[in-house]
Nanobody, 125 residues
Framework: QVQLVESGGASVQSGGSLRLTCEAS????????MAWFRQAPGKEREGVAG???????NYASSVKGRFSISKDNTGHTLYLQMNDLTPEDTAVYYC???????????????????WGQGTQVTVSS
């Protein structure tokens, strides 16, 4: 069983930056597909950014050019660098992982097997 733990959420002002981290542990399967999702109050969970290994990426149009997803060399730590934040980015951010090849549907939440508990990001104007 894979456990995912997110960190790095905080309250920032509009235009600021944050870096979210997701640490994966447990299990023996390789985690090839990983992604960040977010859910704002009263809204559905939406995909933000996803990657398969280090070669295939998907970004939501709303974050393209501002957010960047990456992994460390072990493949078990996922990052989300978020720049030029706006109040519309306010949400709980979740890390998701799956051992299968999910590209190009990396931003489809229904396809992921493992989920973290989320970390709150609040952007004030």
């Amino acid at each position: 069983q894979v456990q995912l733990v997110e960190s790095g959420g905080a309250s920032v002002q509009s235009g600021g930056s944050l870096r979210l981290t997701c640490e994966a542990s447990g299990g023996t399967v390789s985690i090839d597909s990983m992604a960040w999702f977010r859910q704002a109050p009263g809204k559905e969970r939406e995909g933000v950014a996803g990657l398969f290994r280090a070669s295939n990426f998907n970004y939501a149009s709303s974050v393209k050019g501002r957010f960047s997803i990456s992994k460390d060399n072990t493949g078990h730590t996922l990052y989300l660098q978020m720049n030029d934040l706006t109040p519309e980015d306010t949400a709980v951010y979740y890390c998701a992982a799956d051992p299968r090849y999910l590209w190009p549907t990396l931003l489809d939440a229904h396809r992921y097997m493992y989920w973290g508990q989320g970390t709150q990001v609040t952007v004030s104007s």
